[in-house]
């Protein structure tokens, strides 16, 4: 399965994309500056520090006119915190939370719009997919709020009863504010099908992740003097 994700001056939570990367069955492609995205079945907007900007360089980059033909082919969209943001028809930052105050027209793929705003989200979640009911799970961190028809389709049903993202009727763009959205098996397997690929080999990416930390855990023990490390920490607070 081909998977593009444009590559954003300000992107933010990359690791998002991690358990595609170590799919076996996923090539997840980063295009880059200067680079036009090629065939694929799903492109990723992933989240970015600063979504006005971040959308005019995906303009600038002739991006928006290949994210449309890709659409046009019957191609998946996934949009993701700030990714989701640009899916919608309008950005406003009144109070110039990420830049100049002012507003930046969005992709106008779903009917919404954004407005960033001082108190920022932040919370863990969990909840059920809007595909194949498939438990998800993971973290808010945003300062937009959105509001339009489109969220009346919800990507995501909350456990705690709110709704996250939405989903369009075509079935070819799902946006979410939720970071982690591919962690979960379940909801990693319902999106994979979503855009048009059946799943064999799906990879348990926490026990990928803990068995990484645990080899540069025995490297750092097995290369380093911890001990003296150990005693020139207390030397040094000592010192303080």
Same mark, same amino acid.
């Given at each position: 399965?081909?998977?593009?994700?444009?590559?954003?001056?300000?992107?933010?939570?990359?690791?998002?994309?991690?358990?595609?990367?170590?799919?076996?069955?996923?090539?997840?492609?980063?295009?880059?500056?200067? *680079?036009?995205?090629?065939? +694929?079945?799903?492109?990723?907007?992933?989240? +970015?520090?600063?979504?006005?900007?971040?959308?005019?360089?995906?303009?600038?980059?002739?991006? *928006?006119?290949?994210?449309?033909?890709?659409?046009?082919?019957?191609?998946?969209?996934?949009?993701?915190?700030?990714?989701?943001?640009?899916?919608?028809?309008?950005?406003?930052?009144?109070?110039?939370?990420?830049?100049?105050?002012?507003?930046?027209?969005?992709?106008?793929?779903?009917?919404?719009?954004?407005?960033?705003?001082?108190?920022?989200?932040?919370?863990?979640?969990?909840?059920?997919?809007?595909?194949?009911?498939?438990?998800?799970?993971?973290?808010?961190?945003?300062?937009?709020?959105?509001?339009?028809?489109?969220?009346?389709?919800?990507?995501?049903?909350?456990?705690?009863?709110?709704?996250?993202?939405?989903?369009?009727?075509?079935?070819?763009?799902?946006?979410?504010?939720?970071?982690?959205?591919?962690?979960?098996?379940?909801?990693?397997?319902?999106?994979?099908?979503?855009?048009?690929?059946?799943?064999?080999?799906?990879?348990?990416?926490?026990?990928?992740?803990?068995?990484?930390?645990?080899?540069?855990?025995?490297?750092?023990?097995?290369?380093?003097?911890?001990?003296?490390?150990?005693?020139?920490?207390?030397?040094?607070?000592?010192?303080?």
């Amino acid at each position: 399965m081909r998977v593009t994700v444009p590559v954003l001056a300000r992107i933010s939570n990359h690791t998002d994309l991690d358990p595609l990367r170590l799919h076996p069955q996923v090539e997840v492609r980063w295009v880059r500056p200067g *680079e036009s995205m090629p065939p +694929s079945d799903l492109v990723i907007l992933p989240g +970015s520090k600063s979504t006005r900007s971040d959308l005019q360089r995906l303009r600038d980059q002739g991006w *928006e006119a290949d994210l449309r033909r890709h659409l046009r082919y019957g191609g998946k969209v996934i949009g993701i915190c700030g990714g989701f943001q640009m899916l919608g028809r309008w950005v406003h930052d009144p109070v110039g939370l990420e830049g100049e105050p002012g507003s930046s027209p969005g992709l106008g793929l779903l009917d919404f719009a954004t407005t960033l705003e001082p108190e920022k989200q932040l919370r863990r979640v969990e909840g059920r997919l809007g595909l194949e009911d498939a438990w998800v799970t993971g973290y808010e961190i945003h300062a937009g709020v959105s509001t339009g028809p489109a969220l009346e389709q919800p990507a995501i049903q909350l456990s705690d009863g709110r709704l996250d993202g939405a989903l369009s009727d075509d079935g070819q763009l799902l946006g979410s504010y939720l970071h982690g959205l591919f962690d979960a098996a379940s909801a990693r397997d319902a999106l994979l099908r979503w855009a048009g690929r059946a799943v064999r080999e799906t990879p348990d990416y926490r026990q990928l992740r803990e068995d990484g930390i645990n080899r540069l855990a025995d490297a750092l023990e097995t290369y380093l003097d911890l001990d003296s490390l150990e005693q020139w920490r207390l030397n040094e607070r000592a010192k303080s």
